[in-house]
């Protein structure tokens, strides 16, 4: 029995990429045998690094060429027994049905946009909300899907020594940080709003920007110069992530819209206190006290939940150890296997949770 994971991509970074190597990984923790296929050179040295059996071929993301590639069938017809295929897209859907005409085959929806995702009949979401709304739509053929929530898991602490943190506010100033690339989507606009808040209440911080430039660089730079905060703003381009959050003292997460947001799961490994938009994957992920939520596009929210952490530094470091607590419970590599094996088997497959061995969380 096999489950196949595809990331019909050439991406070395981003959403999707992280998903389908947690997805991998959480079924193998889970007792499953699952193999990896994927366009991506950075995603088959991962899936290497993290002893994830993985085939990659560039044909894996041309649906075209990938349905006349020798390579392909040729390895296809050799894994045994697949019960199960799980695509990280749609553009994979003809040839993989074609290879394995007797798996379940479901896809995942790592964003808002359904486009070619209407071919299957069985969708997975990120989030409660987001799966809601999924159950309004319709395929193809005009058939009310079957959907499913599930998990996606943190590979980058999977994989990595996570650095010890520095004391909450060591030297003075707070250090805010958000990752992602500069958007309005992502707000960090928000961010830098309420920074200039805090400074106005006479609280010392700073914030730390990580991520692609996006198309909204000089407009934020500006806004911040607006507000008297250029000086407090860092503009610093792609990081590592786990490095760049040792360094901070609280992580953000402003997105006006969010299907998951795994960032939040590597902040929230490292014991950092967390403040996001009360939107779709940030409410699953930080139920149960495990951060503050606040309403999305409120600048002056945002401001109020980062000077209460400001102004209780006990508080702030008993959330964050909340928030380590949940991510080791509930997204470790096993849960996210259970999960997915537990959608299949709502989706018809014939497939076992035979259950793995689950870890005990790491200490910080």
Known sequence: ??????????????????????????????????????????????????????????????????????????????????????????????????????????????????????????WMAVSTRHAD???QEKTLGFLTPKVATVKNGDVQSASKRVPPRRPFRADGPMVIGALGTLSDRKGQDLLIKALAELRRRGIDAELRLGGGPGNRREAFERLAASLGVEQQVKFLGWVDAIDFMSELDVFCLPSRSEPFGIVLLEAM???????????????????????LLVPPDDADAFADALATLAGDPASAVALGERARD???????????????????????????????????????
């Open 269 to 291: 490994a490292q014991a950092l206190p967390v403040v996001a938009s009360d939107v779709d994957g940030p409410a699953d992920i930080l139920a149960a006290d495990a951060g």
């Open 326 to 364: 949940r991510a080791a419970a509930e997204f470790s590599p096993y849960a996210v296997g259970d999960c997915l094996l537990e959608a299949f088997q709502a989706f018809g497959a014939r497939i076992e949770r035979p259950g793995g061995v689950e870890p005990p969380p790491s200490s910080a």
């Open 1 to 122: 029995m096999t489950v196949i994971v595809i990331h019909s991509s050439t991406n070395e970074r981003g959403g999707v990429f992280n998903a389908s190597l947690s997805h991998t990984h959480g079924l193998l923790s889970a007792g499953t045998p699952a193999e990896l296929w994927t366009a991506s050179p950075a995603a088959e040295r991962a899936a290497t690094a993290l002893d994830i059996p993985v085939f990659r071929h560039d044909a894996v993301a041309e649906p075209w060429a990938a349905l006349w590639s020798g390579a392909i069938w040729r390895r296809g017809k050799a894994t045994q027994d697949v019960r199960a295929v799980l695509h990280q897209g749609g553009k994979s859907w003809l040839w993989a049905w074609a290879l394995w005409p007797g798996a379940v085959h479901a896809v995942r929806f790592p964003n808002y946009r359904i486009g070619d995702r209407r071919l299957f009949r069985n």
């Open 133 to 135: 709304r999924l159950r």
